[in-house]
């Protein structure tokens, strides 16, 4: 079959690789649909790819693509009915962990403490062909309802926001400020107002603050800089707002996520403040 490959330096390869098949408790997906994600950006403009990143497959050139949905055309030995069976539409979180330890079997395989055995699209070979092998236990089937396309969508940078939401617990009666407005902000925003929560949505850009607001954001706040951090010392009590760092671009969001998990306060005039004044 043919892969696309991202070298580095802003080139395209189509390469010749062969058709996988299934070892134990892994399947192999026809591809439907594979998203191009902002990380894949990363690797695609790199003076050698993922590997001048620091990542990157262990030999050879690897298959891109780490939003994958298709559907089960083989599974290998040890697989059960109820994981996959050929025919199910899925979708599949790209990392490999060891399956076993705390954060694996809650399924939280990108924090695995045996340390991440592969990352589909990067390390190990993605979405960008017409098969990918990946174990069973990192599919999720995908309801009728939904396209292909939603379904690689939802594989990352939307499953990323559902996360967050998630882990911090929200539901929709909270009030929620998104730094970033980015594909994974845009998403956290539609999933929280969609859930009922009212979304104070934070980004640089008029245009995707204007899509915010189709997605459901009451408040657009207008950051100066690219990076926007919310004191809570700064605000005063009136009302609770729930504060997670959403901002996927900024490696100090994720850094500092744990912090901004927690219950932060605003004035009642907090709509109507200048971004400058929470930098
Ligand atoms: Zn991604
Ligand atoms: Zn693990």
Known sequence: MKGIVFPGNRKVELLDFPDPTPGPGEVVLEIKASGMCGSDLKFYRAASGASSLGLGAKSGPTIAGHEPCGVVVAVGPGVSEKQARVGMRMMQHHYRGCGVCEHCATGWMQMCVEGVAEVYGITGHGAHARYMKCPARTLVPLPDEL?????????????????????????????????????????????????????????????????????????????????????????????????????????????????????????????????????
Do not use: N
């Open 147 to 279: 396209s292909f396309e939603a379904g690689a969508a939802i594989s990352c940078g939307t499953g990323t926001a559902w996360g967050a939401l998630h882990r911090i617990g929200m539901t929709g009666d909270h009030t929620i400020a998104i730094f970033g407005q980015g594909p994974v902000g845009l998403s956290a925003t539609l999933l929280a107002a969609k859930m009922g929560a009212r979304v104070i949505a934070l980004d640089t850009s008029d245009e995707r603050l204007a899509r915010a607001r189709q997605f459901g954001a009451e408040v657009l706040i207008k950051s100066k800089t690219r990076t926007t951090w919310c004191r809570p010392s700064a605000i005063s009590p009136t009302a609770a707002v729930r504060i997670p760092s959403l901002d996927a671009s900024s490696p100090e969001a994720r850094r500092r996520y744990a912090a901004y998990t927690q219950l932060g306060q605003r004035p009642a005039s907090w709509v109507k403040a200048t971004a400058s004044r929470w930098t």
